[in-house]
């Protein structure tokens, strides 16, 4: 029978809160997943399949106003946290606020952390984050303390943390949702940010969220199933079916209540791709958002460099820096985070510097500590997902707030300097780089500048959710995926509560 009480569309990390929530309800819960399982084999950990051959990658193409390009997008059972670094943090308190930079203001969130900080928790909890509160300069105040210890630093970075402390900054321990301690599966394995785990020791949503769901008899997975459009009834306000293309076949799937939770610009896609005569600029768009006020973070690689230290650290992703995530003191405006990033090996290089010889490669891999200094992206109403005649997806990235970003990469490169690298190189993330999609269908508290209520239930529509990074107001300035969790299960919560019944 292709009727069921609610349809998530996405298994990410949207997709599954909202189902683990509603696992052993009374409602019939169908998730479609357009991507299959991602297979457990060899390559998984192999820098040259996964980065040179892009083994992963989907093979659409997506334009970056004309250009043609291959987005860096995982469709696979738990989304694009199958690939994910895993650093999980909470925003904080003033991230939720309206905050002042030198190119415009980061806006408000109609909601405050506090209506999200027990939320924190249980994700924390669902995703074996290991961590240590209280160490972090900004990090905002907490009920619940992490489940496991912090993965502890290996000793190029101990000796990086003792370099920093005496610069009198505060470098803590990354919370990180990886297996990592005595019980542990991890195996440190070299490979993690941007690989999946082949032995499922990273926290992922479909080790988390998923497979904990589909242990219910109620939730079913659908994979292989790509939705294309969303169907109303005739007063345009109620979604009546999903049009699917289940292994290449065109199916109809009904439901009493739809969640959307495809990525902030595949939600804002499929929305526009969705236009009938009721809603002409597309579902959950008479506020004309949707699609609009697309933001990723300003990032950058950095390589710190020392020409006779060898980097031989198999789990680098252990410490950040956050002593000027606010700015440099009263009065200053916000610069961002430095992160350890995941060990850059020779093939990830290829790109970037394939006109230096293989050995320059590898001795720069060999010897360098790598790093991600990431800043606030603004939201600006021309930073847009479009659907093209073809039916395409163009992506035009309006950059906002560059400045702060070069202000914080040269004070990174000092800071990095000073741990005792003499070289650090940097390479910024451009329009390819989707990883930290967000703010396409933005939440709100005003129909007329927002499309979702502050639960993300559509304004314009009494059936429809839309829950993955798309309902971002503001990016902040650090990761995403536990603030998509935390908002996931709270919207969970509410529709088992007030809606399912
Ligand atoms: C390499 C990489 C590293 C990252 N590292 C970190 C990190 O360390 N920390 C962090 O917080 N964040 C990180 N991120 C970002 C994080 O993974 C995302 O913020 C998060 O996964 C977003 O979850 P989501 O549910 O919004 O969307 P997604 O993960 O994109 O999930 C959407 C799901 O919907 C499916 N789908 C799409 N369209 C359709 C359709 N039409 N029909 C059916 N199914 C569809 C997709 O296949 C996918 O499974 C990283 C991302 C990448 C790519
Ligand atoms: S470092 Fe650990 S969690 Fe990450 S991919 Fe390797 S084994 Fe898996």
């Known amino acids: 029978m292709n009727s069921y009480d609610v ?18 309800s009374k409602a019939r819960v169908l998730i479609l997943e357009r991507g299959p399982a991602l297979p457990r084999e060899a390559q998984n950990w192999d820098p040259v399949a996964v980065f040179c051959e892009r083994r992963y990658h989907t093979q659409e193409t997506w334009y970056a106003d004309g250009r043609a390009f291959q987005p860096g997008m995982f ?3 738990g989304g694009n946290t199958k690939f994910y670094g895993t650093a999980m943090f909470r925003f904080r308190e003033r991230d939720f606020e309206a905050l002042a930079h030198p190119e415009g203001v980061s806006p408000a969130w109609p909601i405050s952390y506090q209506d999200l900080e027990s939320w924190y928790g249980k994700a924390e909890q669902l995703f074996g984050v290991r ?8 990090d ?3 009920t619940t303390e992490y489940s496991h210890p912090p993965i502890p630093h290996e000793p190029v970075i101990d000796a990086i943390a003792a370099k920093l402390q005496s610069q009198g900054l505060k470098p803590f321990p990354m919370p990180s949702a990886v297996d990592f301690g005595p019980q542990g599966t991890c195996q440190r394995c070299t490979n993690c940010d941007a690989f999946p785990c082949k032995i499922n020791a990273k926290g992922d949503a479909e080790m988390k969220l998923i497979e904990p769901a589909r242990r219910s008899s109620n939730i079913e997975l659908m994979t292989n199933a790509q939705v294309e459009s969303l169907e109303t009834d005739d007063t345009g306000r109620t979604v009546t079916a999903a049009v699917v293309n289940v292994n290449g076949v065109r199916q109809r799937i009904t439901a009493g209540t739809f969640v959307l939770s495809a990525g902030a610009i595949n939600s804002a896609a499929l929305l526009l791709r969705s236009a009938n005569a009721r809603n002409p600029r597309g579902l959950a768009n008479s506020s004309d958002v949707v ?9 950058s690689a950095l390589m710190a460099v020392h020409p006779f230290k060898v980097n031989n650290t198999q789990f680098p992703k252990t410490l950040a820096v956050h002593d000027f995530y606010f700015g440099e003191g009263a009065g200053d405006t916000p610069l961002g985070s430095l992160q350890l990033l995941g060990k850059i090996k020779e093939p990830m290089l290829r790109g970037a510097l394939g ?3 293989k050995f320059v490669r590898s001795a720069l891999a060999t010897h360098s500590v790598d790093w991600y200094a990431q800043s606030e992206d603004l939201p600006h109403p021309e930073s847009r997902v479009t659907i093209r005649p073809d039916g395409a997806i163009n992506l035009h990235w309006h950059r906002t707030n560059m400045q702060t970003h070069y202000r914080w990469v040269a004070k990174c490169k000092a800071i990095l300097r000073g741990t005792g690298y003499p070289l650090v190189l940097s390479a910024p993330f451009g329009t390819d780089v ?3 999609q967000c703010g396409t269908v933005r939440f709100g508290n005003d129909p007329a500048t927002s499309a979702l209520d502050s639960y993300c239930k559509a304004w314009d529509h009494d059936n429809l959710f839309v829950m993955d990074s798309g309902f971002f107001p503001s ?18 919560a509410y529709l088992r509560e007030k809606v399912i019944q």
């Open 140 to 142: 905002p105040p907490r």
């Open 7 to 24: 349809v998530i569309i996405g298994s990410g990390v949207g997709g599954g809160s909202v189902a683990l929530q509603l696992a052993g």
């Open 131 to 138: 961590g240590q509160g209280g160490l972090d300069p900004s």
């Open 75 to 77: 469709y696979f059972v």
């Open 475 to 492: 990016s902040a300035a650090v990761n995403p995926a536990l603030t998509v969790a935390a908002q996931g299960l709270r919207v969970g």
């Open 434 to 436: 989707v990883s930290h």
């Open 291 to 299: 699609g609009r006020n697309y933001m990723t973070h300003n990032t």
């Open 355 to 357: 006109a230096f010889p």
